[in-house]
């Protein structure tokens, strides 16, 4: 059957910002979707609030709106478009919630939109448990006892039946977020209250604990003709008890036999079947009782999934793109598999290697959170590694977790034989707690003699897999028999890199350097060789170039195409908090870029959620791990004309220097450049060359030294590691104790590293430029101005382009200064400039905090901005292209407000302080954009779940310094008719300037007090500005609480003044909505001139 | 020291891995079967005669074997390739491990050579000839025994696989090959009786036909027409087997005595051998079909269902006469996957609706063979 053409306009609604269980995957699943659709003549319309995703991008679906996702908003989406059906399975768990609540409130009867994929009475028995339950026990599928509760008493009712532990999950969150499991009476009924808060239908599911078995997932696709295919089968390394999206997972399914596999198949098709999704891929996941085989269903998604785009990358089965073109009246065999070209997309993929994901967390970032994995996904990211065995897939994928790990020990971070080798205690709690170090110290179980029976006992991991990790660690005790590498014999050096021993795991056992063992290696004729990704081991001859590295006979890299030049970027890896999304849309760009220029593009990267692993962003893609050693056997096999190591984040950016040492020709900016800008010394002299300030400054590799400049440099100041990302181990302080206790904590972080020491401006607007420089010419790009002040991470703090508050003579100053850097760099590419704007004695001065020559974080909110495709330009400008070239001459100045604000993993991690600081902390962001400041602020805070009050109690608590500022508020907030309550100074304070005030009991003072208020759901918005940080103060805990009970919670006073502006305006005129195309119509069509927006 | 083996084609190629399973030498057709899962079911898959099976998925032996999941009474193949062997075996329902499996049944295995490397020049130059040894390791002599190996093309490798004797055939499905709620007992009286000619048939076929509530007679498929018919039964199963169909002429004249007698029912060599019977001729294909991820469209339903399949030879489209209807496509490559008589009780199917290893998705094709039975009694 063709595509159906009574439909013509079908609407795609995004996942939204990058949270914790909802990442850069459907970004890949919406893209593609879009794309399919296009394909086909429909036309598109998005919804998605997330600015830094290629879905979003103007030319990926015919209209889209990057507006806040709320049935409301949408609504109004509809109202405009009129589309014919809305595909809801594409973007997420948001996309979905956001699609049953437009059918909920009857807008999709009222305008004539069908659901097509999944409808939702489907999508209701798939995710309402007892609707679920039923369905199961219909085809006689077990699944776990257990009922759903909306009452601590029913829930107490239900343990007496279940026993304990048991698992609590709270129905329709995201990620199982709020899921985990109770081992006693405490922690049942703190759960349950946690989950019935946490639910959007104060709903929490009740089961029996399955801890300890085995876990498998199944992806599943089924066309109108109910044609039914398994793409892959999932095996979790970790047993059950750990979310899946915590564990490590691998593909295909190891231990099971094709009896017991084809019973799971026949399980999965019974239920999609069962449950009605009509087209499409879902993902439902099993436990296996490891002894007698006992199957149960334990949930299943109708909606492509985390899973499904792991599933895609392990497979080459494009599963979005195919669920799309089911979902318009396709069936499976009428649609071809692009890998082979020649047969189709109705088949089962087999592979010829084995996948191993590996999931990155971010504990380091909220030292106050638990950090035991549970059934509540806790991690921010994941990196993917292919290897022809799992040994060398596992060593692979540790490698390319970035974490300081080459592989399984044997590196620097490798405890074993040093004096902190962990001691069998130690170990064994490490192993039967799961927490994310858990593969190393199986390592360590078995170096220290564990047996298999007594490591299984603790972790439950099955015999399986701890038998291939026995058999690294016996490998490494033979590459220890060996003196050095010299010594060692070429079949065991093969055999060593065939188990994905890296070459610097070699050269800590060899106590040689890598660069060394490589060397000997390479003249040894071990040489990394390349295998495609073919969806049918090699059955039939692939077309789409898709590759990993193994140690084996044959290579199939692709001759270089005569005449035409490679050029390879470098992407950011696994998704991590101040890395993720952003810079994969850069190195999508940047490839984007090549193809356009007819230069052949070679995509490396290791992370599987991304557009830029999808076979069709590139022309080869190389699924590695990205390490100096990987890149290179990567460059020793396609010879690349270029490197672009300036859009992946840090990353790539770390291993410049190696590759430009082995000659790798890195193209755009100098590796120098790059690191002149780290180097404070250089860069001192060069904004004094130019006669830019900068805020006092030290750098110290001890702690005496530390103290020395301190004394220079002044309290507060702001300390931190160099060559780190995202802020880590950054703190402001205030006083000497504070400073050494930070430093001494920086130096760990540092890692060998200098420390960077800066006088912090307090009360300072800071300023974000982006800006594309040629070698010659300057162009800035977007110049953001900060919500908050100087001293939040800017990667936390919201933004507004154009600037907001700054006078245009202080904006064409930095213009000017980020022009003369640019020059004086001979910066080829983009650059980002930080800025400080301070008012001092009358007169307001510009400090130069930071300068990255390299995509920034803002470059893709920069290009929606304004409309321009800033990464691409930069790309083009880094293979010799000029601006002159490109005609970008000038800045991009738009009709139009856009506010960027920052989505925060408060609600996962429970008890953790809320307050913004120097250390960044937000997963992912989203854009609000308006022609007024006000209007667009109040969208980006709707966009990230701040839901501004339209009445209620406002409860405000500032620190002194933000009492005068405060009144004036309050006095706004009042005559708006919100009521206020305050504790004790700042009543007293409100009640002076005439401002009635509820006056509420700090926590000290008894009750009730705030948190009675909160949890009485009394209190619609919290303002409160620290004095304090820390989980254990007063304020802590009252912040820690409002996210808790979903209470929207500002926490510094220009976000209070900009909120309680956007509610004002939201009294005098709606959210409106428009797509992207027609705000930039206007742009494409006038001449953009240079202008100071004032 | 793991002992080394090696591996020579006809075309002079030499793959040199290390030894598990038997030593020895052994020549057959070197072929790849791309199933992730189900290598004891091949292993014991008599099809496989006079062939070196290939694991295209490299960790194999991972979940070792049991006593259950076989499809004859010992592995027929003459060798056997991975990648690489699990020196455990991990899994509730294991007795043991591959390796002493195979050694313990005689047969010589290779693993750690790049198996994708060897399918791709399979792929490429089509199935070969070829020498698995761990004894003669000069790789001039393993190339000149490869190239003067006798192949299977025109040999008949059904006598070397038949059973020796009739047998009532008395054993169900694996629970595991159920979903659970499923039941697959018995009535106590089975009404139709099914003989089955046995060219080397895959047990689960046999299973199937049991729990379909059929009494089977399992005859050595060189049995006459006259025996099977003596045995007075309601339909007529034709079985998988090993290699060329077109030199096992005697069950090629027995179906054509059967044809219009009762009801026929052919998979794999039967489906072949069926064509053959009714006028068509059968080819060699480059590689064969063999995995279980084989997409056939089943032309009456329009539904695709994802089959196991097991064949080197094929039958030719354009020979078939007008009384063979093409019911069954192969969507990788449009070859014919099911045929039907078109004025008499006989159909057949090239892929294995028995799966075993395989999807389920054809195992409504026994149910269909049953209801066609008419019970005589």
């Given amino acids: 059957m063709p595509r159906r053409d009574d439909i013509q306009k079908i609407l795609l609604i995004g996942s939204g910002p990058i949270v914790i269980g909802q990442a850069c995957e459907f970004d890949y699943s919406g893209t593609q979707a879009c794309k399919a659709l296009r394909e086909e003549g429909y036309e598109v319309v998005l919804v998605n609030s997330n600015p830094a995703t290629i879905m979003t991008d103007p030319n990926t679906a015919d209209r889209t709106y990057i507006e806040p996702l709320t049935w409301e908003v949408v609504e109004k989406v509809i109202e405009k478009e009129l589309p014919d059906a809305l595909l809801p399975t594409l973007g997420g768990q948001t996309g979905l919630n956001v699609a049953m609540d437009l059918d909920r409130h009857g807008i999709l009867q009222k305008h004539g939109v069908q659901m097509i994929g999944a409808n939702a009475a489907v999508i209701a028995k798939a995710e309402e448990r007892d609707q679920f339950k039923t369905a199961m026990e219909k085809i006689g599928l077990e699944v776990c006892r257990g009922d759903t509760v909306h009452t601590i008493d029913e829930a107490r009712q239900l343990v007496t039946e279940i026993g304990l532990p048991c698992v609590v999950r709270p129905s329709f969150t995201m990620g199982g977020s709020g899921s985990a499991i109770a081992y006693n009476r405490d922690e049942f009924d703190q759960l349950v209250r946690n989950g019935l808060d946490q639910s959007p239908i104060n709903e929490v599911l009740i089961e029996e604990s399955i801890i300890g078995w085995k876990e498998y997932e199944m992806e599943v696709m089924r066309d109108l003709d109910d044609n039914v295919v398994i793409i892959c089968a999932i ?104 890998i082979t070209r020649q047969t189709k997309a109705c088949f089962e993929p087999t592979i010829d290697y084995v996948v191993t994901k590996i999931p990155r967390f971010a504990f380091e970032k909220f030292p106050e959170a638990d950090s035991t994995l549970t059934t509540q996904m806790k991690s921010v990211g994941e990196t993917m590694a292919i290897g022809r065995t799992f040994k060398e897939s596992f060593q692979k994928a540790l490698r390319g977790l970035e974490v300081g790990s080459f592989g399984l020990g044997c590196d620097s971070k ?109 003249a040894r004729g071990i040489i990394a060789t390349f295998k495609s990704v073919d969806t049918c081991a090699a059955e039939f001859e692939a077309y789409t170039p898709y590759y990993y590295s193994t140690y084996e006979l044959e290579d199939e890299t692709p001759a270089k195409q005569k005449g035409k030049r490679r050029v390879m970027i470098l992407g950011g890896g696994p998704n991590r908090i101040g890395q993720g999304i952003e810079f994969d849309y850069c190195c999508c760009h940047a490839s984007f870029a090549l193809r356009e220029l007819g230069i052949e593009s070679i995509m ?318 937000s997963t992912g962001e989203v854009m609000g954009i308006s022609e007024r400041f006000s209007i667009a602020f109040a969208k980006s805070q709707l966009a990230a779940g701040v839901v501004l009050p339209e009445s209620g109690k406002i409860f405000l608590s500032v620190s002194k310094r933000h009492k005068e500022i405060i009144v004036g508020l309050a006095q706004r907030l009042s005559k708006m008719g919100f009521d206020l309550l305050a504790t004790d100074g700042t009543s007293r304070r409100l009640r002076g300037a005439g401002v009635e005030v509820e006056r509420v009991k700090k926590l000290a003072e008894g009750q009730p007090n705030l948190i009675d208020y909160l949890k009485n759901d009394e209190v619609a918005l919290i303002l409160n500005t620290p004095n304090g940080k820390g989980a254990r103060t007063d304020e802590g805990k009252i912040r820690a609480a409002a996210v808790q009970h979903g209470v929207p919670c500002i926490t510094t006073i220009q976000a209070a003044e900009a909120a309680v502006k956007a509610m004002e305006a939201l009294r005098q005129e709606d959210i409106s909505v428009q797509p992207l195309q027609e705000r930039f119509k206007e742009i494409a069509n006038d001449v953009v001139t240079v202008t100071a927006s004032s | 020291m793991s002992r080394i083996a090696k591996l020579a084609l006809e075309d002079g190629t030499v793959y040199t891995g290390t030894c598990f399973g038997a030593g020895g030498e052994v020549d057959g057709e070197v072929v790849f079967n791309t199933s992730m899962t189900g290598y004891q079911e091949i292993l014991t898959d008599p099809s496989y005669r006079g062939q070196i099976v290939t694991m295209t998925y490299p960790e194999i032996g991972n979940y070792g074997v049991n006593l259950e999941d076989v499809e004859s009474h010992k592995p027929h193949l003459a060798g056997f390739i991975v990648r690489e062997n699990s020196r455990i075996a991990s899994n509730f329902r294991s007795s043991g491990g591959l390796d002493d499996y195979l050694k313990e049944n005689g047969i010589v295995a290779l693993a750690g050579i790049d198996t994708r ?102 005859l050595p498929g060189t049995a006459t027409a006259a025996e099977v018919l003596a045995l007075a039964p309601d339909g007529v199963f034709l079985s998988n087997g090993p290699g060329d169909p077109e030199p096992v002429d005697y069950a090629i004249r027995c179906i054509q005595d059967l044809l219009g007698k009762t009801p026929i029912f052919g998979i794999c060599l039967g489906h072949q051998l069926l064509a053959l019977a009714c006028g068509a001729k059968t080819f060699k294909l480059k590689f064969g079909h063999r995995g279980a991820n084989q997409p056939v469209l089943n032309l009456q339903t329009g539904v695709v269902e994802i089959t196991s399949q097991n064949h080197g030879f094929a039958v030719d489209e354009a020979s078939l006469p007008n009384q063979l209807e093409i019911t069954h496509r192969n969507l990788n490559d449009n070859t014919v996957a099911g045929l039907r008589h078109t004025e008499l009780p006989a159909f057949s199917v090239q892929y294995h609706p028995e799966a075993s290893a395989g999807p389920h998705d054809s195992r409504y094709l026994f149910r269909q063979f049953r209801e066609s039975l008419t019970p005589v009694h």
């Fill in chain 1, 235 to 338: 095996e979790n390394f970790d047993a059950m008890g750990v979310h899946t999206g915590d564990s490590i997972t691998v593909a295909p399914a190891q231990t099971l036999t094709d009896k017991e596999y084809q019973r799971m198949r026949d399980a999965s098709l019974a239920v999609i079947r069962e449950i009605g999704v009509e087209t499409g891929g879902s993902n439902i996941q099993f436990a296996i009782h490891p002894s007698d085989g006992r199957m149960i269903v334990i949930e299943m998604n109708p909606r492509v999934s985390r899973s499904s785009a792991l599933a895609s990358k392990a497979t080459g089965f494009p599963i979005a793109k195919i669920a799309a073109k089911l979902a318009v009246g396709y069936r499976l065999h009428e649609l071809p598999n692009d």
């Fill in chain 1, 414 to 522: 490798d405890l074993w034989g040093t004096e902190d080798q962990p001691a069998a205690n130690e170990i064994r709690a490490k192993l039967s707690i799961p927490n994310s170090e858990r593969a190393w110290y199986l390592r360590y179980a078995l170096k220290s003699g564990m047996s298999l029976r007594e490591i299984y006992e603790l972790t439950k991991i099955d015999y399986w897999f701890l038998d291939q990790l026995s058999q690294i660690v016996e490998l490494e005790e033979t590459l220890r028999g060996f003196s050095d590498v010299f010594a060692v014999d070429d079949a065991t050096f093969l055999q060593a890199k065939q188990c994905g021993f890296s070459d610097r795991q070699l050269a800590t056992i060899w106590q040689s350097n890598e660069m060394a063992i490589r060397e000997n290696r390479k």
């Fill in chain 1, 604 to 921: 490396v990267n290791s992370n599987p959620e991304t557009v830029s692993t999808d076979y069709d962003t590139s022309d080869l893609l190389f699924f590695e791990p990205l390490t100096a050693e990987d890149v290179l056997n990567i460059c020793d096999r396609v010879q690349p004309d270029g490197v672009i190591v300036q859009f992946g984040g840090q990353t790539p950016l770390n291993l410049a220097r190696a590759l430009s040492t082995a000659g790798v020709p890195i193209i755009g900016t100098d590796v120098e450049t790059i690191e002149a800008a780290e180097d404070r010394e250089k860069f001192q002299q060069l904004l004094n060359r130019l006669g830019l300030k900068q805020p006092a400054n030290g750098i110290a590799r001890t702690m005496n030294e530390a103290r020395a400049e301190a004394n220079k440099i002044g309290f507060p100041s702001l300390v931190r590691p160099s060559f780190v990302l995202g802020g880590r181990a950054m703190e402001i302080c205030y006083d000497l104790a504070q400073f050494e206790r930070f430093v001494a904590a920086a130096f760990v972080v540092a890692q060998g590293q200098p420390v960077l020491i800066d006088r912090f401006l307090e009360d300072a607007t800071e300023v974000d430029v982006d800006a594309i420089c040629d070698g010659r010419d300057v162009v800035v790009m977007g110049v953001m101005e900060h919500i908050e002040e100087a001293g939040v991470h800017s990667g936390d703090s919201a933004c507004s382009i154009p600037p907001y508050s700054l006078p245009g003579p202080i904006i064409q100053e930095i213009r000017e200064a980020t022009h003369a850097m640019a020059r004086h760099l001979k910066v080829k590419g983009l650059m980002n400039v930080q800025f400080a704007v301070k008012r001092e004695a009358g007169e307001m001065n510009v400090y130069v905090l930071e300068v990255n020559p390299r995509a920034s974080r803002t470059v893709p909110f920069v290009a929606k901005a304004t409309g321009v495709p800033v990464a691409k330009i930069a790309a083009k400008v880094m293979t010799g292209e000029t601006l002159a070239d490109l005609g970008v001459t000038n800045e991009p100045i738009p009709a139009h407000v856009s506010i960027k604000e920052s989505v925060f993993p408060f609600r996962k991690f429970a008890g953790v302080d809320i307050v913004l600081g120097p250390e960044m902390r």
């Fill in chain 2, 117 to 218: 490397a060897l399918v791709r020049r399979i792929r490429t130059a089509g199935a070969m000839k070829g020498v698995l040894s761990t004894e003669d390791l000069d790789e001039n002599s393993l190339i000149n025994k490869a190239k003067s190996s006798p192949g299977l093309v025109g040999r008949d490798l059904v006598q070397e696989v038949v059973p020796i004797e009739s047998r009532s055939w008395e054993e169900s499905l694996s629970p595991w090959s159920l979903l659970p709620g499923t039941s697959n007992s018995r009535e106590s009286s089975s009404d139709c009786h099914v003989v089955a000619l046995d060219f080397g048939m895959k047990w689960n076929i046999a299973r199937h036909l049991f729990d379909e509530q059929c009494r089977v007679t399992v």
